[in-house]
């Protein structure tokens, strides 16, 4: 949804333990963590990856498992 914030979405991922953790070792990747920060909050996930962006990684991560 357009109207969606950043923070219904992380509260969104946050209602799926499975989820949660495989959103947060795509953040801490090499190609989405360049500032070797471990990320550990997904709102704050949310906010450096970006919406649009971390939709589509759970959307690929729900397809794939």
Do not use: M, W
Not at 18 to 37: F, G, K
Request: aromatic content about 6%.
């Amino acid at each position: 949804d357009e109207k969606s914030s950043s923070k219904q979405l992380a509260d969104t991922i946050l209602q799926d333990a499975a989820l949660t953790s495989r959103v947060i070792r795509v953040a801490n990747s090499p190609y989405y963590n360049r500032c070797h920060t471990q990320f550990t909050n997904i709102r704050r996930i949310v906010l450096l990856i970006g919406f649009k962006k971390i939709t589509e990684i759970c959307l690929t991560l729900s397809i794939l498992h």
